[in-house]
């Protein structure tokens, strides 16, 4: 496997461990008071944004050619940065 491979099988199974934890948070917020439910959407609204922008940057690294995927690379840490630390954000005011 090359490191390009075993990269996006890393950026993948977060995005999947992500995801997995924005539909619990989903729950949560269904649960909620109509205010907080209000809130919260809006937040899962903007962590659902942050993820399909973190997978627009997995799918150019995928295309990218021969080594230029690292020149991606820092887009992509990045991307998956923001997502990470708004998603530990949003759970903490979800309990």
Do not use: N
């Not at 099988?9 to 619990?24: F, G, M, P, V």
């Not at 959407?41 to 659902?48: F, G, N, P, S, V």
């Not at 997995?58 to 630390?85: P, Q, V």
Request: proline share 0%; aromatic share 6%.
């Amino acid at each position: 496997m090359s490191m390009k491979d075993a990269y996006i099988k890393k950026l993948e199974a977060q995005l999947r461990e992500w995801s997995a934890e924005i539909d619990k948070l989903k729950a949560k917020a269904d649960k909620a008071t109509a205010e907080a439910q209000i809130k919260h959407h809006k937040q899962i609204q903007e962590l659902r944004s942050m993820q399909a922008q973190a997978l627009e940057k997995m799918e150019e690294i995928k295309k990218a050619r021969g080594d230029a995927w690292e020149d991606l690379k820092d887009g992509a840490e990045k991307a998956w940065s923001t997502l990470g630390t708004a998603l530990k954000s949003a759970a903490s005011r979800f309990k």
